[in-house]
């Protein structure tokens, strides 16, 4: 399966602050990511689909200008968590869509806004 | 009626025991079916792919689609105390894979050895 990583592993973060969270596929060019995000003993919820060269969709209720997605190439995409809040804090994962239509995670990243 | 429901747990159960994991669905839209493992604080790694009813059977884990039913299992057999994890199902409609995917809350699963 696909090679995902995500940085950074755990990021803490003062309130209003923005923070940047980078997605790579190390194996092969994606032209689709997923962002999902997990709270705790919580699924797993869709925030956005990221296709490269073009706008994110982003999932109903969740906000493309306090959730900045850009997918500038097939390696990379990146979500930035703008002007953060406590309860902005969750467990951020992406994954990467592979020619045979399979989803593979990245590690995750744990976000804390104090 | 939520789109997915999967029991929590925890469910725990001596090493070398069969388990059984279930998930039940609502969207007739749902053509893929899929089991993730993932470890606390870590991504989901995929378990088992499945498109049609019937059963798959790869090494320990066996995954099971009953469309008519709307309702999947995963079937682990020899359990492990390596196998202790959350597994969640997940689904993927008609379109495909390029939209997201819907997941269970996940069960988490205790093996104890």
């Known amino acids: 399966g696909a090679v995902v990583s995500q940085h950074p592993s755990r990021v803490i973060c003062k309130s209003g602050t923005s923070v940047k969270i980078e997605c790579r596929s190390l194996?092969?060019?994606?032209?689709?990511m997923f962002w999902y995000r997990q709270f705790p003993k919580q699924s797993l919820m869709l925030m956005a689909t990221s296709n490269e060269g073009s706008k994110a969709t982003y999932e109903q209720g969740v906000e493309k200008d306090k959730f900045l997605i850009n997918h500038a190439s097939l390696t990379l995409s990146t979500l930035t968590v703008t002007s953060a809040h406590p309860e902005d804090s969750s467990f951020y994962i992406c994954?990467?869509?592979?020619?045979?239509?399979?989803?593979?995670f990245g590690p995750g990243t744990r976000l804390l806004v104090l | 009626q939520k789109e997915v429901e999967q029991d929590p747990g925890p469910l725990s159960v001596p090493e070398g025991a069969i388990v059984s994991l279930n998930c039940t669905y609502s969207?007739?839209?749902?053509?893929?079916f899929m089991w993730y493992r993932q470890y606390s604080r870590k991504g989901p790694e995929l378990l088992m792919y499945t498109y049609s009813s019937g059963n798959k059977e790869d090494g320990r884990f066996t995954a099971q689609v009953d469309k008519s039913s709307k309702y999947i299992s995963l079937f682990i057999r020899d359990s492990q105390p390596s196998d202790s994890a959350t597994y969640l199902c997940?689904?993927?409609?008609?379109?495909?894979?390029?939209?997201?995917?819907?997941f269970g809350k996940g069960t988490h699963l205790i093996i104890q050895p």
């Open positions: 997940a689904f993927l409609n008609s379109g495909g894979g390029a939209d997201g995917l819907t």
């Open positions: 194996d092969f060019q994606a032209t689709t």
């Open positions: 969207n007739s839209a749902f053509q893929y």
């Open positions: 994954s990467v869509l592979d020619r045979g239509q399979t989803q593979y």
